[in-house]
């Protein structure tokens, strides 16, 4: 069965930088698009960052663009998230997600097949 498992969370100043990793197993990673997405406490689950199967080509949301960096290594099944310039408003659990449907770029939850357990980032002031 397909397993995503993210790791690199964790409790962090602002202005900090933490490298979230998710690992994939049970499927041919190397051909499917991935995506990064957050839940804070009471809001819905929104769309971070974005990758082709190829790592050719990242999408970021408007609020992490020059912040984040969405990168993968298909040897290692693994898809990565460099968080730097971190600030509070960016607590939340990160997922990642595979996409089995389309070339990528997707920023909507119900786009996207399987899901991580997920890891809390939480950015002190």
């Known amino acids: 069965q397909v397993q995503l498992v993210e790791s690199g969370g964790g409790l962090v100043q602002a202005g900090g930088s933490l490298r979230l990793s998710c690992a994939a197993s049970g499927l041919t990673f190397s051909i499917y698009p991935m995506g990064w997405f957050r839940q804070a406490p009471g809001k819905e689950r929104e769309f971070v960052a974005a990758i082709t199967w190829s790592g050719g080509t990242t999408y970021y949301a408007d609020s992490v663009k020059g912040r984040f960096t969405i990168s993968r290594d298909n040897a290692k099944n693994t898809v990565y998230l460099q968080m730097n310039s971190l600030k509070p408003e960016d607590t939340a659990v990160y997922y990642c997600?595979?996409?089995?449907?389309?070339?990528?770029?997707?920023?909507?939850?119900?786009?996207?097949?399987?899901w991580g357990q997920g890891t809390q980032v939480t950015v002190s002031s």
């Open positions: 997600a595979v996409d089995r449907r389309t070339t990528g770029g997707r920023r909507r939850p119900d786009e996207y097949d399987y």
